[in-house]
Structure formats: structure tokens, C-alpha cells
T-cell receptor, first 115, second 111 residues
Framework: NAGVMQNPRHLVRRRGQEARLRCSPMKGHSHVYWYRQLPEEGLKFMVYLQKENIIDESGMPKERFSAEFPKEGPSILRIQQVVRGDSAAYFC?????????????FGPGTRLTVL | GENVEQHPSTLSVQEGDSAVIKCTYSDSASNYFPWYKQELGKRPQLIIDIRSNVGEKKDQRIAVTLNKTAKHFSLHITETQPEDSAVYFCAAQNTGNQFYFGTGTSLTVIP
């Protein structure tokens, strides 16, 4: 059973370009969480999705950022018109269901660098 | 919403000594508390967790305690080894299945 997959692992963009980050949850997991981590800082929640639904996007900036988790395919975190402050590691995590006590498992992260 | 505080932010111990990291949470309805270890440049890895109906859980050199009344939980690492050096994060899950993370503790085990 493969773990949580993320790609690309490293992404370099120039200011104003778009960044698309992909996350494939563990097999059997239908819940995906996205987090941002700045160097030497903690994990900041961005968005929580189930298949075809955004459950909680309270941690995601309202402009330029969007996320989806379609019925088929990976979850996508999309950042439009990137700025240098978007440079960070973006981790996704998945869990099997909406029940209590469901552990999150993290992917390896995508390190975004904005030039 | 939930607020998780974690202390200390950095911790250095001699190899073989114990390390204790403490977290507090604000939402009394939170019911699941995992701990993650993150090595430099790598993903957070779950190392131990505890549910709200349990006061203590142990797995070899690692233990976690939970005091629901005081709303705090702690990670205890005994007989520390250099490979325990990493950043440790606590988290609390609320009834909305949302996870709130502490700010992390950078643990250094000195050989």
C-alpha cells in the first residue's frame, strides 16, 4: 500500500506564474488536508477536502489560492500569480474517513521556490 | 477554534537522558492527540497518539500522557539517542475532524 504521494517534490516558479501541486492520498483514504510550512516553523493548516467537497478552507488565503479533490485523480492545490512569500514546503496528509481518531499520514511535501 | 501551544521550542539533552515536551489545548471537545517527528527536509511521521478516553500510552522508549481536566498532554522520550534529534509536533483533533498543530520542538540529543 503506497503512502501519500506528492508531486512535484520541488517546484521553481517566477513571480506571476502559476503553481500546481498534486497529492494522491493513501489507498482507501477519502480525506485530504493541505498544510504550509515555512523554514523552521510549524505546520499551518490551509484546507480540508473530501472527494468533490471542500470541508474547511479557513486557513487558505482567499485570493490566488484554490484547492480541489475531484472524484477521480489527485487533489490539487493551485496558487495563481505566485509571489516570493509563497515560497514554502507544502504538505498534504490523508486520512481514511471522517470518523474520530483517524490518523493523518503525510506526503513527502512539495518545496516551492518563487524567484 | 482550537489553539495548541507547545513548549519548549528548543530542547537539548545528553544522550541517555529523558526529554519531555508539553502541549496545551483550548477546546475541551478535542478528542485525539497525535505526535509527529520531522527530520530535516522530510515529512512529519506519526510516532505515537493518544485518544481522549486514555490517560497514558507507551511504546518502547516513547510515552504520551493526557490530562483532560487540565487540557494538556506530554511526550516523554526516555534513554534518548542521537537519532531522536528532530523537530516534534503535537496536534489536537477537534470534533470537526480538523487538526491543529503546535509550533514544534527542536530536540537535539548530544552524544
Amino acid at each position: 500500500n503506497a503512502g501519500v504521494m506528492q508531486n512535484p517534490r520541488h517546484l521553481v516558479r517566477r513571480r506571476g506564474q502559476e503553481a500546481r501541486l498534486r497529492c494522491s492520498p493513501m489507498k482507501g483514504h477519502s480525506h485530504v488536508y493541505w498544510y504550509r510550512q515555512l523554514p523552521e516553523e510549524g505546520l499551518k493548516f490551509m484546507v480540508y477536502l473530501q472527494k468533490e467537497n471542500i470541508i474547511d478552507e479557513s486557513g487558505m488565503p482567499k485570493e490566488r489560492f484554490s484547492a480541489e479533490f475531484p472524484k477521480e485523480g489527485p487533489s490539487i492545490l493551485r496558487i495563481q500569480q505566485v509571489v516570493r512569500g509563497d515560497s514554502a514546503a507544502y504538505f498534504c496528509a490523508s486520512s481514511p474517513s471522517s470518523g474520530a481518531f483517524d490518523t493523518q499520514y503525510f506526503g513527502p511535501g512539495t518545496r516551492l521556490t518563487v524567484l | 477554534g482550537e489553539n495548541v501551544e507547545q513548549h519548549p521550542s528548543t530542547l537539548s539533552v545528553q544522550e541517555g537522558d529523558s526529554a519531555v515536551i508539553k502541549c496545551t489545548y483550548s477546546d475541551s471537545a478535542s478528542n485525539y492527540f497525535p505526535w509527529y517527528k520531522q527530520e530535516l527536509g522530510k515529512r512529519p511521521q506519526l510516532i505515537i497518539d493518544i485518544r481522549s478516553n486514555v490517560g497514558e500510552k507507551k511504546d518502547q522508549r516513547i510515552a504520551v500522557t493526557l490530562n483532560k481536566t487540565a487540557k494538556h498532554f506530554s511526550l516523554h522520550i526516555t534513554e534518548t539517542q542521537p537519532e531522536d534529534s528532530a523537530v516534534y509536533f503535537c496536534a489536537a483533533q477537534n470534533t470537526g475532524n480538523q487538526f491543529y498543530f503546535g509550533t514544534g520542538t527542536s530536540l537535539t540529543v548530544i552524544p
